[in-house]
């Protein structure tokens, strides 16, 4: 990630804030519609499970520069995730609802770099679950 990447992640993330509870309830609803699936992995009531996703994302976006000051909060969130059934695959179907979501949220602020820009970080912080989650296993 470079500097001008968290940069872009950070401001854009300030804009979803704002309207996080429907930002995390759009997640939900298009990943149960894209991977219906998934949703027997999640037994709590969709408000607040859209609620942690949000004060999660937050966290992460707020120590981006810093990431190894919670990397070990990342590996304990996949090995929850591993508990709940989450498969390496599903990382790349729930990014994709990810980044549609930010599309859907940032409307006409959304553009090629600001994609690549949450893409990278997703990649990364993906790639750390699903190590984490296979070294629980």
């Not at 990943?31 to 709590?44: C, D, G, I, T, Y």
């Not at 599903?90 to 980044?99: R, S």
């Amino acid at each position: 990630m470079t500097e001008r990447q968290i940069l872009l992640v950070k401001n854009s993330w300030s804009y979803v804030v704002i309207n996080s509870q429907e930002a995390g309830e759009l997640f939900y609803n298009r990943l149960f519609e894209v991977a219906p699936a998934v949703r027997s992995m999640f037994k709590h009531d969709q408000k607040e499970q859209a609620r942690k996703l949000m004060n999660m994302v937050t966290l992460i976006v707020t120590k981006l520069q810093k990431l190894d000051d919670i990397m070990n909060e990342i590996k304990q969130l996949a090995q929850r995730h591993g508990k709940y059934g989450a498969q390496p695959q599903h990382y790349k179907v729930v990014g994709e609802c990810l980044l549609w979501t930010l599309e859907q949220g940032l409307g006409d602020k959304w553009n090629d770099e600001l994609q690549e820009a949450w893409t990278t970080v997703y990649i990364t912080l993906s790639a750390a679950m699903i190590k984490g989650q296979l070294a629980a296993a």
